[in-house]
């Protein structure tokens, strides 16, 4: 793809999703609250795919002489972007649901950690000159990532409702993260493009 053109795929793919957000079914219990929760599932789960992808790209420049982390940066970028967007999502979702965000939940206080990691680690990696501790460090994100979210017990927040859901919604929620997840790699490829003249 003509990198000229990757703004515009990012912005349309963007749109696109929003788009089925706001077409997707509702249910009985949750009503238009839903929709937020197909928007907070299929960022989270294009979030998580990338910082797993960060651990995996992290671990192969150990093992081969790098010429820069733009990539790696750029998918660490992406991913605190998703991440940071899924939880704010997540938190107005509780809010309108229950009446309030509970931020004693331990999945909330998980992903919350993870956006401070994760913004921790690229200002540390990105400053470093030494590639074996770039390398380290995105693994370590990638671990943390893991980590935290299995270790992290459900009170208020459920398992995933979708797996309950009657067939509508579970295809809209897999079509939606799919856009997503096509939209997290489109922003990433435009920022790695552009990650010389720097995108922060």
Known sequence: MNPKKLPVSVILSLIVGIVLVLLSPEDKELGPVLKLVYLHG???GAGFFLFTIV???????LFRKSSGFSL???IEITAMIFWIAATI???????LAWGGIFWSEPRLQATIIISFISI???????????PKMISFLGIGLALSVWFLMIRAERIMHPDNPFDVSESSI???????????LITSILAVRWISKNFKTGPF
């Open 120 to 130: 921790g680690i690229y200002f540390i990696s990105s400053a470093s000159d030494n």
């Open 89 to 95: 999502a997540g938190n107005i979702a509780s809010q």
């Open 42 to 44: 299929a960022l989270i």
């Open 72 to 74: 790696l940066f750029a």
């Open 170 to 180: 579970k295809f809209f929620f897999i079509i939606i993260t799919l856009v997503f």
């Open 55 to 61: 651990g995996i790209v992290s671990l192969i420049s």
